[in-house]
């Protein structure tokens, strides 16, 4: 398994740990496509979120901008990694608005997709995943 990054092993594993856990929660009764998230912030803090949907699906939350608002509600806001798992045989990458959340508190995060095949696994920047973000910088004059 190779993976080069800031996060502590430990820390990573706890992490993969959770996003397999809370997984577990996610209200999914429509897509029947649960989704575990894991955050890790610079302080090594792991805080975790899952996919809430709702009768009305517009108001569905995945569980990345989950995990990333739970973050903030904690007064966390330096995010160095984001985990998703989804049981399943394909890893899943973040939707584009769960991109462009993340890239508010962490435009450097690692993002790191699992699933139930560990050889599967995708890892990117999240940068790369969101070439030429739009964020805080913009709104300075
Ligand atoms: N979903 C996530 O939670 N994260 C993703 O990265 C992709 C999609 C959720 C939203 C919805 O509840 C279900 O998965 C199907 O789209």
């Given at each position: ?102 890239n508010e508190?962490?435009?450097?995060a690692e ?18 995943l969101l ?11």
């Amino acid at each position: 398994m190779r993976r080069r990054s800031m996060v502590p092993d430990d820390i990573f594993r706890k992490a993969v740990d959770a996003a397999k856990s809370v997984s577990q929660h996610a209200y999914a009764p429509y897509s029947k496509f649960p989704v575990g998230a894991a955050v890790i912030t610079e302080d090594g803090s792991i805080i975790t979120g899952c996919n809430v949907e709702n009768a009305s699906y517009g108001l569905t939350i995945c569980a990345e901008r989950n995990a990333v608002f739970h973050t903030v509600s904690l007064g966390l806001t330096r995010i160095v990694m984001v985990i998703v798992y989804t049981p399943t045989e394909t890893p899943t990458a973040p939707c584009g608005a769960c991109r462009q959340v993340i890239n508010e508190f962490g435009p450097q995060a690692e993002i790191v997709s699992i699933c139930d095949k560990p050889d599967r696994r995708l890892q990117d920047r999240l940068d790369a995943l969101l070439k030429d973000a739009f964020g805080p910088r913009n709104l300075q004059k």
